[in-house]
Every structure is written in structure tokens, then in C-alpha cells.
């Protein structure tokens, strides 16, 4: 047999007084006599009343909700960006819901979802260029981007400093050396494979090194485009002594199709990465990378967001985090041992 729960109205009745005279007492109202106060309240202690947490905040325009919608919620960056995320939105007593949309009408329906119907407070879009989600972004709603800064004005946005990044792993490769470095890019139509690719023709040009279009294959992010990257290289019989690989596991791949192909790391051919993925350390070699503390970036647009829900803040914000080089096993002086 199932025991009701107490109403609202259950303890107005107990206490002699109106439901609306509860509901002020529960919402803070000054505008409620002290006697009257502490027979509500007393009340609401005998019977173990728990208002409606839901129906308060809704009450007061707001849902304590917040909601990030990323491409899919199976990439390590993806799922890391979304648990720091969570992690800063429960600190702050808001729950973080997380969706994915894999193409522009997904997104769209989401967003009329969730903010059409104000079941969410602010929103965070990750990856807002893969592709034409951008369209449907809402307008005049607090709204962070991760992963590429905001083409459109008045929407906050945090992402790796990625332009700064692929020069400082080409340069890397450089200092080593190299001068046939090839690059793996991830899908040329985001954001950051452009500015990646433009921060390794900077280091390329700042070392007098003429780039070679030939040697830049665009890739997926996934470690079977790295393995079929190299292995365009082999069949044209112009293997690079370096590569450059966007993301660890397109990096990986390139690993695996050395290894296939009897090629030695680092010896014969450097390979770095970006991310330093939990498992970076135990590839075979273990891999050099570019390290970012990809929660932190979650961390910082709820952070963001929350300031623009609370109105800390009305102005334009880009916030480019920097990422630290991780010297393993794959990468060694050119010619070295």
C-alpha cells in the first residue's frame, strides 16, 4: 500500500492558513506575519512536506537546467568537455543536460525543445560549425560555443588556442630536425583543423620551409583516416620523416600503419598528436602530443554561462586556452637513435 505524499494544500489546511500563504513562507516572502511563519513552518516539519523543487524554480521563470548538445556523446573530447561541464553546473546547484545531435535538423528540434519550451536556462553548443546547425541557434538566449570561436556577435565562446597549438607541435618537429613533415587535419569545414593547419604553416614559414600542399591529407579525427593517411604516402613512395596528426587518434593510426608497414618510430618517422587522450601513454611508442585539460573547458563555459543567466556579464567573450607539449617516445631527433 503506497503513502501519499503531503500537498501544498495539505499543509495550508494544517496550519489554518491559504495555499498562497505556504507558498510565500516556502519562496522567502517577507511579506508574511512571524506567527504566521512559524505555524507554516511548523507544519510543514510534522508532515515532512518537500515542495516541488521543479515547480519552484519554473515559478520563478527559471529551471535550474542548463543543456549541452554536442555532434555525438561517444569522442573522448566531447564526453570530457560535458563532464566538466556537469561538474561546475552541480557546484552551482544546476543540473546539466546533455544531447547530441548528429546533423542540423536534430539540432534544430532539440533546440525548439529545449528552449522553445523554456525547459532550459542556458545553452552550450559544441562544435556549432561542424556543420549548418549554426542556422538554428537561438537568438537573445544565453548560449556559450565550444570548440570555435562565436562567427556571429554577442554569443560567448571557449576553445584551445588551436592555431597556437599546431605551432608549437610543428615547431617541435622542426627543432628536431624535420623538414618533410606532413599534416592530418580533421574535417577542413571546422574550425579548428583551419586554424590548426594555419598554425603549422606558420611554423613551417618561420622555418624557412616551403609548404607542400601534397603533404597535408585531410582526415575524420578518426585513427582509421591517420592509418589510411600514411599509407597514401607509402603507395605514392614519398614517405615524410614527420607527421603532424590533428588529434591522438588519428595520430594513432598513423602508429599503426608505420607498424604495418616495417616503418620505424621515432627512427624513421616522428609522430605527435593533440590531446593527450588517456591511453597516449601506452601507444606503441608511446606518443607525444599536445596535453589540453579538456574539463577545464567545460568547466569555464558554464562558468561563462551562468554569468550570462545571473547578467554578470552582457559583453562578447573568447576564451582560448593553451596546451602543454608531452615529449614521449614518438617523436626523436631526426636521424637519432
Known amino acids: 500500500m503506497s503513502i501519499s505524499r503531503p500537498t501544498l494544500r495539505d499543509v495550508a489546511k494544517k496550519a489554518g492558513v491559504s495555499h498562497q500563504t505556504v507558498s510565500r513562507v516556502i519562496n522567502g516572502s517577507l511579506d508574511v506575519l512571524p506567527e504566521t511563519r512559524a505555524l507554516v513552518e511548523a507544519a510543514i516539519e ?20 542548463l543543456a549541452c548538445i554536442s555532434p555525438n556523446l561517444t569522442d573522448f573530447t566531447f564526453a570530457s568537455v560535458i563532464e566538466g561541464a556537469e561538474v561546475e553546473a552541480r557546484q552551482h546547484g544546476y543540473f546539466m543536460l546533455s544531447s ?9 528540434e532539440l533546440v525548439d525543445e529545449l528552449v522553445g519550451h523554456r525547459r532550459v536556462d542556458g545553452l552550450i553548443v559544441i562544435n556549432p560549425y561542424a556543420d549548418q546547425r549554426f542556422e538554428f541557434i537561438p537568438k537573445d538566449f544565453p548560449l556559450v560555443f565550444v570548440g570555435a ?22 615547431r617541435h618537429l622542426i627543432g628536431l630536425g624535420h623538414t618533410s613533415i606532413a599534416l592530418v587535419t580533421g574535417p577542413m ?30 582526415g575524420d579525427w578518426s585513427a582509421t583516416s591517420g592509418q589510411d593517411a600514411l599509407l597514401s604516402f607509402i603507395e605514392q613512395g614519398r614517405v615524410p620523416s614527420a607527421v603532424f596528426a590533428q588529434n591522438d587518434r588519428m595520430a594513432m593510426g598513423v602508429l599503426r ?10 627512427t624513421q618517422l616522428a609522430v605527435i598528436g593533440v590531446d593527450d587522450m588517456p591511453l597516449s601513454s601506452y601507444f606503441d611508442p608511446p606518443l607525444t602530443t599536445m596535453r589540453q585539460d579538456i574539463p577545464r573547458i567545460g568547466r569555464e563555459a558554464t562558468r561563462m554561462l551562468l554569468d550570462m543567466i545571473q547578467k554578470k556579464t552582457t559583453q562578447t567573450c573568447d576564451m582560448k586556452l593553451s596546451a602543454e607539449l608531452v615529449v614521449r617516445q614518438s617523436t626523436s631527433q631526426k636521424g637519432g637513435d
Not at 547530441?100 to 534544430?108: I, L, Q, V
Not at 570561436?149 to 610543428?170: G, M, P, Q, R
Request: net charge negative; hydrophobic share 35%; charged share 30%.
Open 257 to 266: 600503419a608505420a607498424r604495418d608497414a616495417n616503418i620505424k618510430v621515432p
Open 46 to 65: 510534522e508532515m515532512g512536506y518537500r515542495p516541488n523543487a521543479i515547480a519552484r524554480s519554473m515559478a520563478r521563470g527559471q529551471s535550474h537546467t
Open 149 to 170: 570561436s562565436a562567427h556571429e556577435k554577442n554569443i560567448c565562446s571557449v576553445s584551445l588556442d588551436d592555431e597556437k597549438v599546431a605551432f608549437e607541435a610543428t
Open 100 to 108: 547530441s545531435a548528429s546533423d542540423p535538423e536534430s539540432f534544430r
Open 189 to 218: 569545414e571546422e574550425d579548428c583543423s583551419q586554424d590548426r593547419t594555419e598554425g603549422y604553416r606558420r611554423a613551417l614559414s618561420e622555418a624557412g620551409i616551403a609548404f607542400d600542399e601534397s603533404m597535408v591529407v585531410e
